[in-house]
């Protein structure tokens, strides 16, 4: 049997070395997460009315929640710009 112990502990100081040898810079801080306005509340499912107004009222959600996504997209993307366009004009 080989000397398994010899070769761990070659391989920990290996890998050691290699950590050790790379530079790290921290990422920049991130925005603040905005909060979830929870317009219509939890989804409760209301049995009275048909299938289709469920399905109707489902999609407009949906479409509410997509488009709110677009527009924290945009805005995060331009406030990308807004600081990268200062750097490129130096």
Request: zero cysteines.
């Amino acid at each position: 049997m080989r000397d398994w112990k010899s070769e761990l502990d070659a391989l920990v100081a290996e890998a050691m070395a290699f950590a050790g040898s790379l530079k790290v810079e921290p990422a920049p801080p991130r925005p603040p997460l905005k909060e979830v306005d929870d317009i219509d509340g939890p989804i409760v499912s209301d049995y009275s009315s048909s299938e289709r107004d469920q399905i109707r009222k489902r999609v407009e959600r949906f479409k509410a929640h997509q488009e709110r996504l677009m527009r924290e997209r945009e805005e995060y993307a331009n406030s990308l710009l807004r600081r990268i366009r200062p750097i490129e004009k130096d």
